[in-house]
Nanobody, 116 residues
Framework: QVQLVESGGGLVQPGGSLRLSCAAS????????MAWYRQAPGKERELVAR???????SYADSVKGRFTISRDNAKNTVYLQMGGLKPEDTAVYYC??????????WGQGTQVTVSS
């Protein structure tokens, strides 16, 4: 069973930046899509950014122009570069992937808090 492990969360001031990492226990080429979701207290989990194996990327309107999803196949890692952070970006961020085997995998999440 492949595992996804997020890291890089923390406390940052408004306007600051963070880079989240999602390390897969196996090759990320086994995933045809990978994504970052987030869930704020009292709210539903929402899609933040996604890429497909074909190279298509998509972003939530609320993060367009501020966040960038990327991958390093050699390190089996997916990243979420976050800039211009706002208090409303505070949430637990989760890595997610859909494998060709139709297995959907979630990481355990990493907390991001944007506050002065």
């Amino acid at each position: 069973q492949v595992q996804l492990v997020e890291s890089g969360g923390g406390l940052v001031q408004p306007g600051g930046s963070l880079r989240l990492s999602c390390a897969a226990s196996r090759s990320i080429s086994t995933f045809y899509t990978m994504a970052w979701y987030r869930q704020a207290p009292g709210k539903e989990r929402e899609l933040v950014a996604r890429f497909t194996i074909g190279g298509t990327t998509s972003y939530a309107d609320s993060v367009k122009g501020r966040f960038t999803i990327s991958r390093d196949n050699a390190k089996n890692t997916v990243y979420l570069q976050m800039g211009g952070l706002k208090p409303e970006d505070t949430a637990v961020y989760y890595c997610n992937g859909d494998q060709y085997t139709r297995n959907n995998v979630w990481g355990q999440g990493t907390q991001v808090t944007v506050s002065s």
